[in-house]
């Protein structure tokens, strides 16, 4: 029962600021890489960052300079801080993950949160 659990959206005004969150939860082995899409109405989903289990990180161009990915890993917890916002940001916030659960150790999966809503006004 492997679970994402988004928090953090919200409505703010353009300029402003939110941080999302995301945690991982039930009988996982280990968590590989994570993630932050997003998809806007009429939109595909695309990435927004990426982060890996050492670390390394990734941003879609749309974004760089503006939100940081971070992760916790002892807590299996991704955040998102997103600074700057503008009117193009919002969208729905899916958090992603690749991991192993216990019950299949030799097999990879992909989880997806249910999505978090981000609203940019202006």
């Known amino acids: 029962q492997v679970q994402l659990v988004e928090s953090g959206g919200g409505l703010v005004q353009a300029g402003g600021s939110l941080r999302l969150s995301c945690a991982a939860s039930?009988?996982?082995?280990?968590?590989?890489?994570m993630g932050w899409y997003r998809q806007a109405p009429g939109k595909q989903r695309e990435l927004v960052a990426g982060i890996t289990s050492g670390g390394s990180t990734n941003y879609a161009d749309s974004v760089k300079g503006r939100f940081t990915i971070s992760r916790d890993n002892a807590k299996n917890t991704v955040y998102l801080q997103m600074n700057s916002l503008k009117p193009e940001d919002t969208a729905v916030y899916y958090c992603?993950?690749?991991?192993?659960?216990?019950?299949?150790?030799?097999?990879?999966?992909?989880?997806w949160g249910q999505g978090t809503q981000v609203t940019v006004s202006s």
């Open positions: 992603n993950a690749l991991g192993t659960p216990v019950v299949a150790v030799t097999d990879e999966y992909e989880y």
């Open positions: 039930g009988s996982i082995f280990s968590i590989n890489a």
